[in-house]
């Protein structure tokens, strides 16, 4: 049967990782997946849109938002025939998932090395112009 998804698949769709703080306290994490995918569909209002941005179906966002709902146990969206409409609860929690990204970006960034500059010079070779990197 096309698109069904069997009680092991979901299970594992709504898991969450667990992880230990350096307080020694567990941490709950939902899966990263399903962060993006809701991270982009409140961005574009929509699962088609962010299903493009992401390089899967749409299907997958929605299951992916889903079982975000599901671990959370709160719903994010209200589905409405006109499209996506984030709920209080969606907002609030798509502030504290973007502002997450956000840190783990500016600390990659701030861990890669510096680019190498270089610059580019055209020279004549016979004849003809060519480019010179370096």
Known sequence: ??????????????????????NGL????????????FEAAARHQSFTR???????????V???????ETALGLKLFNRERQG?????????????????FDRIALGTDRLRPAPQSFRARCLR???RRRRDLG
Do not use: W
């Open 1 to 22: 049967m096309l698109g069904a998804i069997s009680l092991k698949d979901s299970l594992r769709a709504i898991e969450v990782d667990i992880a230990v703080a350096p």
């Open 84 to 100: 996506l409409v984030i709920t209080n609860a969606g907002h609030d929690y798509l502030a504290v998932v973007r502002d997450a």
């Open 26 to 37: 567990r941490r709950s994490f939902p899966q990263l997946n399903a962060l993006r995918s």
């Open 50 to 60: 962010a299903a493009d941005e992401l390089c899967v179906t749409q299907g997958a």
């Open 125 to 127: 070779h016979h004849g």
């Open 62 to 68: 929605s299951h992916q938002v889903k079982a975000l």
